[in-house]
Nanobody, 118 residues
Framework: QVQLVESGGGLVQPGGSLRLSCLAS????????MGWYRQAPGKQRELVAT???????NYQDSVKGRFTIARDNAKNTVFLQMNSLEPEDTAVYYC????????????WGQGTQVTVSS
């Protein structure tokens, strides 16, 4: 079982920045694909960004050029740097850890609220 704890959410004005962090309780953090997802009120949870074990990344089109995902395997932490925030980015942001070894291992954090408003 892997526990994921997010931090860094909050209220920010449009055009502002936030940095989310997610600390994972596992000794094999580097074996997991890590991801950030978000869910706005009344909408389904959607992928924001992922970073694989080889450091390759993938982003939702609407955040490309504004958000950056990164991982520090020595600190069991994944980050999401969010710049040029827009009201449409308002959502609960969830951290995810996933790996497929015989079966799928899939873990979620409790979420952190990001609100972009003037």
């Amino acid at each position: 079982q892997v526990q994921l704890v997010e931090s860094g959410g909050g209220l920010v004005q449009p055009g502002g920045s936030l940095r989310l962090s997610c600390l994972a309780s596992t000794n094999i953090f580097s074996a997991y694909t890590m991801g950030w997802y978000r869910q706005a009120p009344g909408k389904q949870r959607e992928l924001v960004a992922t970073i694989r074990t080889d450091q390759s990344t993938n982003y939702q089109d609407s955040v490309k050029g504004r958000f950056t995902i990164a991982r520090d395997n020595a600190k069991n932490t994944v980050f999401l740097q969010m710049n040029s925030l827009e009201p449409e980015d308002t959502a609960v942001y969830y951290c995810n850890a996933r790996k497929q070894v015989i079966r799928l291992y899939d873990y979620w954090g409790q979420g952190t609220q990001v609100t972009v408003s003037s």
